[in-house]
Antibody
Framework: QVQLQESGPRLVKPSETLSLTCAVSGYSISSGYYWGWIRQPPGKGLEWIGNIYHGGSSYYNPSLKSRVTISVDTSKNQLSLKLTSVTAADTAVYYC?????????????????WGQGILVTVSS | DIQMTQSPSSLSASVGDRVTITCQASQDISNYLNWYQQKPGKAPKFLIDGASNLETGVPSRFSGSGSGTDFTFTISSLQPEDVATYYCQQYANLPLTFGGGTNVEIK
């Protein structure tokens, strides 16, 4: 059974960097699939942040690209998210998820396994 | 970016009713369309990929159809446990984008 678990600071100050980790169990990140991050502001819809393929290729939402870095640590079987220069608009529940590849497409297809999510609040 | 427009944004129906949600893409996405269910306080759950392929274990009262720009998600007989927000998501082009969601309640 594939399981994902997000962790990290739940309160970040404006202008600082949001850093989250997603521990994956039940499947080896290096064996395949895309791995991604999605966020959901309180009471609002879902926004894709970016994905990374097990081989290292990464794809980001252009709206966040200048501030986002997604990486994988295969030795720890986890992925990470860094979002710089945060503001109150970055307050959201952040989810990590797995995506199967789709032939002919970059970035993956559907999010089949999700973490439980972590609420990160940006406030001084 | 491909914009995904869902309607209605919310609906209320009785147990046993047939419920239909539509999702319209701003450009042709063929059948590269997925559906998710999100219950309050929980992560989304994947239901359907490729517009109509039901994920293993998902009840058969859920179904999806459509191609191009217009898609439909149907619950054939609404059950109390179906109370949730439903989202469509396209993967024809990056960035991956979601519809705004449809909140389904029991009347």
């Amino acid at each position: 059974q594939v399981q994902l678990q997000e962790s990290g600071p739940r309160l970040v100050k404006p202008s600082e960097t949001l850093s989250l980790t997603c521990a994956v169990s039940g499947y080896s990140i290096s064996s395949g699939y895309y791995w991604g991050w999605i966020r959901q502001p309180p009471g609002k819809g879902l926004e894709w942040i970016g994905n990374i393929y097990h081989g290292g290729s990464s794809y980001y939402n252009p709206s966040l690209k200048s501030r986002v870095t997604i990486s994988v640590d295969t030795s720890k079987n986890q992925l990470s998210l860094k979002l710089t220069s945060v503001t109150a608009a970055d307050t959201a529940v952040y989810y990590c998820a797995r995506l199967p590849a789709a032939p002919g497409f970059f970035g993956g297809s559907y999010f089949d396994y999700w973490g439980q999510g972590i609420l990160v609040t940006v406030s001084s | 970016d491909i914009q995904m427009t869902q309607s209605p944004s919310s609906l209320s129906a009785s147990v046993g009713d047939r419920v239909t949600i539509t999702c319209q893409a701003s450009q042709d996405i063929s059948n590269y369309l997925n559906w998710y269910q999100q219950k309050p306080g929980k992560a989304p759950k994947f239901l359907i990929d490729g517009a109509s392929n039901l994920e293993t274990g998902v009840p058969s009262r859920f179904s999806g159809s459509g191609s191009g720009t217009d898609f439909t998600f149907t619950i054939s007989s609404l059950q109390p446990e179906d109370v949730a927000t439903y989202y469509c998501q396209q993967y024809a082009n990056l960035p991956l984008t979601f519809g705004g969601g449809t909140n389904v309640e029991i009347k």
